[in-house]
């Protein structure tokens, strides 16, 4: 059964909405998949890859902003039936915090350009970002699968199955910054990193749990 069977979809200003959403959606996977490979360079050495990934986020960042704009100005203006343009707006500003936490841990590489990581907390660090990136793209096909309420329903499943698993993973990464010899400048630092990584997971679960809510608000 079709999500959209319960709201008012296919007047132009609904659709527009539901494409401008969509294409938030892809944009924030975009900027997603940049931070893992900027911090990937960072954490290899690698500073020109770095400072490329790290700009291509801030400007996905802008471009994403002036799309929640628009499907504010959409929502505001009239597009969906009141009940159901709230949790719209919620959505699509949950998916905004999806790309300021990714802009918010690529910003912060900047001061640890440099940084000698021990052995081993690279190959923990990929993982983690690897599945940071899975975790957001399954919030993408949710999406993407917009007409389909038994897909969505399952790929919220998945969402918040990896971000089980990303933190998991920052668990032990967190443990391994605190049992190392850091000083207090970079552990400080790394820390924080961490939590901005670990935002990007968490704020995707915030997206797939408005939008099981919306899928909730308007069954039969």
């Known amino acids: 059964m079709s999500f959209f069977d319960f709201l008012p979809f296919g007047k132009s200003k609904e659709k527009d909405t539901i494409d401008l959403i969509q294409e938030q959606v892809s944009l924030v996977y975009t900027s997603v998949e940049c931070t893992r ?3 990937e360079a960072l954490a290899g ?7 490329e990934k790290r700009d291509t986020v ?7 902003d002036g799309i929640t704009r628009k ?10 039936l009141a009940v159901s343009r709230s949790r719209i707006l919620d959505f699509a500003e949950d998916v905004d915090d999806v790309v300021d936490a990714a802009k918010d841990a690529v910003n912060i590489g900047d001061v640890l350009a440099g940084l000698n990581l ?19 793209g399954f919030l993408k096909k949710c999406v993407e ?19 089980h698993r990303v933190d998991t993973i920052a668990f032990e990464l967190f443990h391994r910054i605190r049992s190392s010899k850091y000083d207090a400048k970079n552990f400080i630092l790394l ?13 995707s679960e915030d ?10 608000m308007h069954k039969p």
């Open 71 to 80: 499907i504010e100005e959409n929502l505001y203006s009239g597009a969906f």
């Open 191 to 203: 820390s924080k990193m961490l939590e901005f990584m670990n935002n990007i997971s968490d704020r």
């Open 118 to 136: 021990e052995e081993g907390f690279h190959a923990l660090l990929r993982k983690h970002l690897d599945a940071t990136v899975d975790c957001v």
């Open 45 to 51: 050495g690698n500073t020109r890859v770095f400072a």
């Open 58 to 64: 801030n400007h996905l960042e802008d471009r994403i």
């Open 145 to 163: 699968n917009i007409n389909n309420s038994e897909k969505i329903s399952e790929y919220i499943i998945k969402v918040r199955e990896e971000e």
């Open 37 to 39: 490979d900027a911090i």
């Open 207 to 216: 997206a797939s749990d408005t939008l099981k809510l919306i899928t909730l």
